[in-house]
């Protein structure tokens, strides 16, 4: 250790001097304590909120790092589950980190592609305008609706006995209405406001006379979109697309209600990939909830060390986010 | 590129060979039929969102019908009717629809608008924060730790909840004696108004805090600095100019942040709902620890006895109360934004 430094002391020292009225006296005006009490006391409560949100992100991120760190076994990422009151038997969660990542695929697949399209057609064509209104607000409305609605809707929907090839069957021929497909279609309902809107501000931020150049090419409006617009989009698309993805990964309700609450994932009769996508299963989220006290599970390291995976995955997603938001400011789309 | 590719991507031609005509050209991809395409693709989608709407709505028709407007009203316990509607007999007939859904209604508005205020002057001052106050260097970490808020998953603020802060609050905020006071009502074991509350403030506070921010940049800056110029301190034009055109967009933001709050079901089933029971304002502060169940999280609780006719129509019947609801808050988000425009603010 060296001794402080003088350049330090110094700095001390001008910082805290004892100050003279004529030094008061050439403060500059607009200094923070010459203001009015209540202006200050603004400008400290603003200053105490910027700093509450900081201290709020950060306390959450270290005590789930510090618990996940606690609780902290490689296996358990490999384990299935096992239903087992004796939690050392009662094994770890890869099909829950499976099942997450087969209902992210899923779900993005479906929202994606339909996402763009109801995007495109609502900047480049929207005619008729009293439809295009309607689709508008139904896109306003799902992004409103409780998931929970949204999962007793799917549920009673894939419940009907025609549908119930695509769900899991129970013995005796019941359709329970509960499989990967019911639960990644309500999903990309959630996702697709976020990727219709993401993918609508894109396209609306490319200046008219880069597709009025295109048509001066000889282009027809489709090529135009395929070729110009959508490339151009590029960056919103994806930007959209892994928002939906992180609101997919968090979702609890939908999981809940279409996937069943069996912990392993079970496949439907078929067997094969479709009898996988037939097949119910469980996601991080809700064997969080299954194991947290309020699902009964009672086994809260566990609970604890999927929910620091859960929110791992979540911050890297955040990250491709800002990530691609970067990307989207540059070239000639501003 | 050759000529003959830039050849085989004009319109009307075809490329070498005919038959690898570039998608874009006229082939199948014709303008009207793309146009055509994504336009059915477009009403797919509405028509299976507007479905949904009718089909909650006809499902939850039974259970309106046969309380009338009472279903809204007071009266008894809503555990208990649910219970009752749950082993209603067989018979289509005989089927027990009576139900009095306040308590739920009630839990739902006390969560929701204390979360609302609270997060709405919090998130106020925290946007002016990051417009006008911060410093570069806090900033850049500020915009990250607002999405990060956003993105975490409510299975996991739930989890915090339920297990650091609801048995923190019942061990150490609820005496004996405010437990005893209300003990031949409700048992008060921390899982509370309060504590959802709390949660839920910092759950919906990202949304606000961007709305409000891209409304306080959208002032232009013309307005701040003729302010400035008049000698005005930098709080006052914040407060005075900046703020007060940017009132639509807080409003906005509360609205659509109650719009989230009323669908919030996991977190609040997890922290607030250990009881249907409907917190008294006569108690005091003792009323900020009392268990309740918002509509959303009773929802959840209750979502395994789907399948029984009589209760499925009830829950549905709540379902159709959060999906007016929200429906019309997000009318009520998009109308709030309007005045904005009118300055031509572009909030």
Redesign the interface.
Known sequence: MTPPSVGLIRSLYVRFRPVGPEVVATAPRDSVGSWPLWDRVGYYAAWAAGLALIAIAGAIVVYMAYRGAQYFDLGLLFESPASSLNQATSGGFKDPILGTGLLLVMSTLIAAPLGVTIAVWLTEYGRPAGLARAVESAVEVVAGTPSIVLAMFGLVFFQQQWLGFLTFDAEGGAVLGRSFIAAASMMSLIALPLVVGATREALNSIPGHVREASYALGKTKAATIRRVLLPAARPGIGTGTALGMGRVAGDTAIVVVLLGATLQIQNGADGGVFGLFRGTGSTLTSYVYYNSPAGEGLAPEKAYFAAFVLLAFVIVLNLAVSRLARRGGEGWTR | MSPEGIAA????RRGPGGASA?????GF???AR??RI??A???L??A???G??V??FS?AWPSFAANGLAWFGSGGDVDLQLEDIFNSPANPADYVYHLRAWPLLWGTFVVTAGAVLVGIV??L??A???V???PPR?NR?????????A??????Y???G???IVPWVGEHLIGLERRESVANVVQLDGSSVVVGILILT?MI?PIM?AIVVDALRAVPRSWTEGAAALGV????VT?TIAVRTARPAIVAAAV?AT?RA?????ML??VAGSASFAPNPIDGITFLFEPTRPL?SA??EN?EG??VTPF?ET??AF?AV??VS??F??LAG?VAKQPMRRYGVRP
């Open positions: 991507r004009l319109p009307g570039a998608p874009g050209s006229t991809w014709s303008d793309v146009e994504l336009g693709v477009a009403c989608v509405l299976v969102i507007v949904m709407i089909f909650v499902k919090f998130s001052f925290a002016i924060f990051i006008e106050f911060a806090l970490v500020l915009e990250p730790v607002v999405r990060l808020l993105a975490v998953p409510s299975v996991v739930g989890l915090i339920i297990l650091v910092v506070v805090i301190n930098r709080w006052r407060w659509l719009a009323l669908g919030e079901a996991i089933s997890m959303a929802l959840v979502v789907l399948s499925g829950l549905f379902a959060l999906l929200s429906m808050l997000s998009f």
